[in-house]
């Protein structure tokens, strides 16, 4: 398998750790987003969105990080990333969602320099709109994990799946905007619980090949 | 089953489609979000993202759109609205995703009122914003629709399924909103193969109880 990302893309982060998780091998081809290198043709080619990440599998190739690890899942279901029963399921989406969803697509770089290219946002204003919705979208999460009975020492269970593959990547983000993270002690402890595994350390954007670039 | 939902909810949409689809009933209770009903006590109290749609099935709760139509279609499998085939399953999913990551988020109610209120933002200039992320998103979606093989009277085959519950929605948000869609003939195509079963027709805003509130 070979995986189109770039190393400071948390839905590209998303993806490497279920890959890492399933300790499944695979080439890193990175993509510049800050060069625009998704835009450039030959990648055009093969992803009609122009995003990553994109995994190719034989001569498939497959879009979308939650399709992405629901795929794997459903390729090489060990170690499972979603649990077995569907009620348990629903809530491990709704999860993700809650972060693929209501905080990352306001955040991604498209939409920053939309603000501020063409609605002429100060950098300022910027940053605060960052911080609105990651906040509140991570004040969200925790009043989950905090209050439902599913949550163990990951979001959902003792072992880490798919809710943690989109937590992690969303709070190197929050920490690289210099989001409030202090009200968030579940969130935080589940995080430190997943940044103490090997998977989580080996896909972050800094052990990536591509990490100077 | 009750479903917490608003009629002109995009969201709320995609779920009543997949309830029609599958044929099964449910009440239906009206949250009204351009009043706020949904930061009301009473509903925070069973939703922690002051969020519709809201699928409550015995004591279960369960939230997010796509969580809750991938819940349905495991509990209640015919007709299924996800092929059975693990590519087919990620090329459905990653179509659904397109819409439900790359477009909806940036162009829902909170976030158009942050850029009016919060950034200042023109009514023009807001308009520009939501028609630059549908059309742009739109036009990634066509061009899958049309290249991709799997594409039939519907977004995956013949049938209607996950995809088709999330175009027809956003279409209707297009619409709305006096974007574009001359250049998308397959997205409109499927959208009128979709409008033209019951299912769409009785799940669509106008024929919802809260249609007039």
């Known amino acids: 398998m070979q995986l189109y990302n770039y190393h400071r893309s948390s839905a590209s982060f998303r993806v490497r750790i279920a890959l890492a998780l399933k300790g499944l091998p695979y080439d890193y081809q ?9 835009l450039a043709a030959d990648y055009a080619a093969r992803s009609a969105q ?14 979308q990080s939650l399709a992405i690890i629901e795929y794997l899942d459903e390729t090489h279901p060990e170690p499972a990333l979603l649990p077995a029963d569907a009620l348990g399921r629903a809530r491990v989406r709704s999860l993700a969602l809650d972060i693929a ?3 990352h697509p306001l955040n991604n770089l498209r939409v920053l320099r939309y ?3 063409d609605l002429g946002v100060s950098e300022d204003a910027k940053n605060a709109w960052y911080r609105h919705w ?17 949550t163990g020492r990951h979001c959902h269970g003792d072992t880490p799946g ?6 992690v990547p ?9 989001c409030r993270l202090d009200g968030l002690p579940t969130v935080m402890r589940i995080f430190d619980a997943c940044m103490a595994l090997p998977a989580f350390q080996a896909a972050q954007p800094s052990a990536c090949p591509d990490a100077q670039d």
């Open 162 to 167: 798919l809710a943690d593959c989109l937590l």
């Open 115 to 117: 603000l501020v290219k």
């Open 101 to 103: 969803c209501e905080i």
């Open 30 to 38: 990175p993509v510049h987003l800050v060069r625009n290198e998704q």
């Open 50 to 63: 122009r995003l990553v990440p994109l995994l190719v599998d034989g001569d498939h190739a497959i879009s």
């Open 134 to 150: 990651v906040e509140g979208g991570l004040e969200v999460v925790e009043r989950r994990l905090t209050s439902e009975p599913q």
């Open 170 to 178: 969303q709070i190197f983000n929050a920490q690289r905007f210099d």
